[in-house]
């Protein structure tokens, strides 16, 4: 593969998905600044959809069980903070 078409470690930068104002809609807890340009917010971006469409959907279960997989992977390449398992996305 083509190390350009790699997404793990790349910052969004066009098009870039908008978080949520209202307070319906927000993100719990501190988010980084960057939240909306990286692999991470994208990712909490999609939970929070895919959990409006089905609730029960384990989606952020498989997004940890490949990080786990590839060991190698810096989550903090993909803009996780230190405490990832730990934001509200990702709580159980």
Known sequence: M???WR???RGIT???????KRKKY??????????NSTVYGVIS???????KINSSNHFTNKVQELI???PSIKTIDMG???NWKDGPAWKK
């Open 45 to 51: 971006i999609i939970d929070r959809l895919l959990k």
């Open 7 to 9: 997404l793990w470690n």
């Open 80 to 82: 996780f903070t230190e």
């Open 14 to 20: 066009v098009n870039r998905p908008i978080i949520p």
């Open 68 to 70: 786990s997989e590839y």
């Open 26 to 35: 927000e993100f719990y807890g501190d988010q980084p600044e960057n939240f």
């Open 2 to 4: 083509c190390s350009s």
